[in-house]
């Protein structure tokens, strides 16, 4: 018999609600990936960097061209200057950098304190490399971090802290107040953290993103996730990186190079030459924005409770006095039965905190937004 080393890790919700989904043709607002074609502008410099040649490993840290780009971008957008050379490295998708990370950070014993609810590779890479995920939860429908309650989780063995924002599932987005906070508990620590900011772009209502990276003592200390999939929508070629000081850099490029060694060649070098024109990114957040506000509206009249995201692709709707019913069946039930398939809010929790809310993605085609928010809209009392 194997000894498991996540023994609790099962199939995950995301792909049973897609499968069913597909099952009973319902509009799918379950996962998280936009529903629409990214611009082939792209799609055309990747294909003439191969076709030019361009089909060997990259470098370990990433192309230069690539990591160029990407010091230029985040001086620009946050005003912090990362080393090309030390401090950016590529990776495949945030969700390596994130188990990279972890896993060049932590050691048996470590205290990681982590929010609820949270995105769901953060606990398993904790947990693989002998730490101790430290829950915080947070509930709907402001999600807000009690900066005192952090306070008192953190001790001698408090090695890391991960945050993440714009924030998934919520859709909230933490202020200048937060990082200023937390920078404070962090300053004098002997601990680190871990900043998951795929979603920088997608924030709405001029809210400013709060890249740790603003903050010259929290840089100090943190490594940064990003995402391209995120950026660009193409969630399938798995594209990020990670930005930091060049001491944890040197440790995460120590994993780095024996967990992938280096990503997709053609790739880094038409995402060099795509991001040259800053608009590729800049005007994301009024497309997302667009389609928050047509989900929103098609809701109207609905009885379901909700704060518009600030940010994301995702919002989270509350069902309190509406279905008497736990989320997860909930989420089956609106997919078998009004044909729109979403994600209960308690998988992100480490255990189900009853907050009776689900996260719908709108990254989808318009047509189908209205069509789901009108069917939502049609749910106005006890069913
Ligand atoms: N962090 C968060 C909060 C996410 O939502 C996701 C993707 N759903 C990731 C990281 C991973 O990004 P990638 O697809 O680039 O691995």
Redesign the pocket.
């Known amino acids: 018999m194997i000894k498991s080393k996540l023994p609790n890790v099962g199939t995950t919700i995301f792909t049973v609600m897609s499968k069913l989904a597909a099952e009973h043709n319902a509009i799918n607002l379950g996962q ?1 990936f936009p529903g629409f074609q990214m611009d082939m502008k792209i799609a055309d410099l990747v294909h003439s960097y191969m076709k030019k040649g361009f089909n060997q490993y990259a470098p370990m840290q990433g192309t230069i061209e690539l990591r160029r780009v990407i010091a230029d971008k985040i001086n620009v957008m946050y005003g912090h200057s990362y080393s090309p050379d030390h401090e950016i490295t590529i990776t495949a ?3 390596q950098a ?1 188990f990279t990370a972890i896993s060049s950070l932590v050691h048996p014993g470590d205290e990681v304190v982590m929010f609820a609810p949270a ?1 769901d590779c953060y606990a398993p890479a904790v947990e693989l490399n002998g730490g101790i995920p430290v829950w915080i939860n947070l509930t709907f429908p402001d999600f807000r971090i009690n900066w005192e309650e952090v306070k008192n989780k953190l001790n001698e063995r408090t090695k890391l802290i991960i945050i ?1 924002s714009p924030h ?1 599932p919520s859709g909230t987005v933490m202020s200048a107040d937060d990082m200023s906070q937390l920078e404070f508990l962090v300053k004098d620590r002997e601990m680190f953290v871990l900043s ?1 900011e ?1 979603y920088e772009h997608l924030i709405f209502d001029g809210v400013k993103h709060e890249s740790v990276s603003r903050y010259p003592d929290l840089a100090k200390k943190s490594l940064i996730v990003f ?1 391209f ?2 950026t660009f929508h193409n ?1 399938g070629w ?1 594209m ?1 990186y990670i930005c930091a000081p060049e001491y944890l850099m040197n440790e995460f490029r120590k994993v780095h190079q024996f967990n992938v060694f280096s990503c997709n060649t053609p790739i880094q070098y038409a995402l060099a030459d795509y991001m040259s024109d800053k608009d590729t990114y800049l005007k994301l957040p009024g497309f997302f924005q667009e389609k928050r506000d047509k989900f929103l509206a098609a809701l109207q009249g609905s009885a379901f409770t909700y704060k518009p995201a600030d940010g994301t692709y995702f919002q989270v709707l509350g069902y309190d006095g509406l279905f008497d019913e736990a989320d997860t069946a909930l989420a089956v039930r609106l997919t078998t039965d009004f044909g729109i398939a979403s994600i209960p809010c308690s998988v992100f929790y480490p255990v189900d905190a009853g907050q009776n809310a689900l996260r719908f993605c709108f990254a989808k085609e318009d047509n189908l937004l209205e069509k789901a928010g009108r069917i939502l809209g049609t749910i106005t009392g006890l069913n």
């Open positions: 998280g998708g945030g969700t994130i995105y993440n998934n998951d795929v995402s999939g995120k969630t798995k990020g």
